[in-house]
């Protein structure tokens, strides 16, 4: 078989895997990918896809998005993009409202200083429709802390 033309990700697989002190075999059974296929993949042999980019990823411990760029499935101006949103989503000190305002601010100020939103961007849709608006203070369930009971009957 030729090797394929996928940058340097075989070889930077094997270094994260050698630096995690794993196995092949290991690595290909936390990512749910066959031992062969994976030894393929590091030897430039195979192109995988996005998803088993991401399984390896995610056995490795490190960003998806950093795998993608290697495999030529993403830039490196989209992969900067994707990792702001990943930290900003993943921030367990923020509820997921805020994320969602901080995630609109961003992207505001990335079209205001000439930035075009990414296709990647628009794949995360925010969890509700009407986001030009903040609202006020939340319950624990979601709810509106403001709004009132309707009077019972």
């Avoid at 990414?118 to 009407?130: F, H, K, R």
Wanted: hydrophobic residues 35%; proline residues 4%.
């Amino acid at each position: 078989m030729a090797s394929l033309n996928v940058g340097n990700l075989g070889e930077y697989l094997r270094e994260q895997r050698r630096s995690a002190q794993l196995s092949l075999r290991q690595l290909a059974d936390a990512a749910g990918v066959s031992n062969p296929y994976l030894s393929q993949i590091e030897r430039g042999l195979r192109k995988p896809s996005a998803e088993v980019l991401q399984q390896v990823a995610k056995a490795l411990r490190i960003s998806a998005e950093t795998l993608y760029v290697r495999a030529g499935i993403l830039d490196e101006k989209e992969r900067d993009e994707l990792e702001t949103r990943a930290v900003i989503l993943a921030d367990p000190s923020i509820n997921e409202r805020q994320k969602q305002v901080l995630l609109q601010i961003y992207e505001s100020f990335r079209k205001e200083n000439g930035f075009e939103t990414s296709t990647y961007a628009d794949a995360a849709s925010y969890a509700d429709e009407d986001t030009d608006t903040v609202e006020g203070p939340r319950t624990a369930d979601g709810g509106d802390a403001g709004a009132k009971e309707p009077p019972s009957s």
